[in-house]
């Protein structure tokens, strides 16, 4: 039972957000506690459209509870923010404090804030993202658009054949607009979850994903992971190009906005430097599909840096080039025999043999010869025919004679 429930307040659901400690507690009620509540009628297990019951949230101090403050009245159709129904169980919990319980982020479809959230093109209300700060009593509304558009987002019916921000079918009714949207628990099983994502921070740093383009870079009309951060939290400040005097905050993309599918918030680490999301985009050379893989958007600091991204070698084109390099020998076999070795070193190789001079006409002469009395032995005539064409060939050429005429003889 919350604080406060004694009374006839008719805490209703399950506790949307709470403190790791206990000490702060958020809690949606019929009963009216504080100044600007009403009455609520938010009694099935799915209150219909134009039902209305309170959230609130108490702090304990000193050992004791404060009084109840209202941080928003809630509309019937906004029930994923207080109730986890047996169908779904807490996948259908779209609320979260941060563990130190000084925000509360939640879902609501009710104009909260004054920003004007009927669909530009239904015209009926779409569900928005909210954080509340407690220290501050200030509520803002993270996906709103922050150049003060009305929303264009999505019927929930049409998002159940893809990633839906990774929530559970059943939440809403079909023709439900959904602007922008929080995950609910991760379920094992149809109707069983025991872990819920971290998309709050303790310095308001909110991760949410939204169908309304908030930023101009968003340019694909499909669902991105954004990050709303209040100013002075991050790199956010009332200078900041994204910067929200409407929300106090900054709005960003985690997701590049640019996806020919939906991107998805998936869960963060505990002090959201650390981003992972979904996305069927190729963000590196190294993805080389288009099916839908797991990426981590990181904030690179001096202790965690960023990761650096080699360019992948060409492809071999022959043998050796295919090969591994030769890797070198272990340093525990120490230095390599040849590097150690003295001595004469390798023998000097040995000159070629000089090329044989050519043969002379008399010596090709007498190897003929030979060649015609071994060749015809029996057949003389024919010995003498050979030994005549070798002399003819290779014998002493005779001068020729000339006839001179004395130079003036007629």
Known sequence: ???????????????????????????????????????????????????????????????????????????????????????????SLTARASSDGRYLAFMSDRPLTG??????????????????????????CASCNPGGARPEGVQYGTLLGGLVGLQNPGLWGKEQGIAANLPGWTSY???????????????????FDSADALVPQDVNHNQDAYQYEPAGVGDCTAASATFSAASGGCANLISSGAAAGESAFIDASENGNDVFFLTGERLLKEDLDTALDVYDAHICTTTTPCLTHTEAPPACTTADACRTPATAQPSIFGSPASAT??????????????????????????????????????????????????????????????????????
Request: overall charge positive; proline content about 7%; glycine content about 12%.
């Open 1 to 91: 039972m919350a604080p406060g429930s004694e009374g006839g307040a008719d805490v209703q659901g399950i506790v949307p957000g709470i403190s790791q400690d206990g000490s702060s507690v958020y809690y949606v009620t019929n009963g009216a506690l504080t100044e600007g509540a009403s009455k609520g009628t938010c009694h099935e297990e799915k209150p219909p459209p134009g039902a209305s019951c309170n959230l609130y949230v108490r702090h304990r101090e000193g050992g004791s509870w404060g009084a109840a403050k209202l941080v928003a009245v809630l509309g019937g159709e906004d029930w994923p923010t207080w109730k986890g129904v047996a169908s779904v169980g807490l996948g």
């Open 115 to 140: 920003y004007d959230n009927r669909d530009a093109i239904t015209g009926r209300p779409d569900q928005e993202v909210f954080l509340y700060d407690a220290a501050a009593g200030r509520l803002a």
């Open 189 to 207: 099983r149809e109707t069983s979850a025991r872990y819920q994502s971290r998309y709050l921070t303790d310095q308001g740093r909110l991760f």
């Open 341 to 410: 070795f003295t001595g004469r070193g390798n023998l000097a190789p040995v000159p070629p043999a000089p090329p044989k001079p050519p043969l002379t006409n008399a010596q090709k002469l007498t190897k003929a010869l030979s060649a015609c009395r071994h060749k015809y032995k029996k057949a003389k005539k024919r010995r003498l025919s050979c030994e005549r064409q070798a002399r003819k060939r290779y014998g002493a050429k005779k001068a020729r004679k000339t006839n001179l005429n004395k130079a003036g003889h007629k």
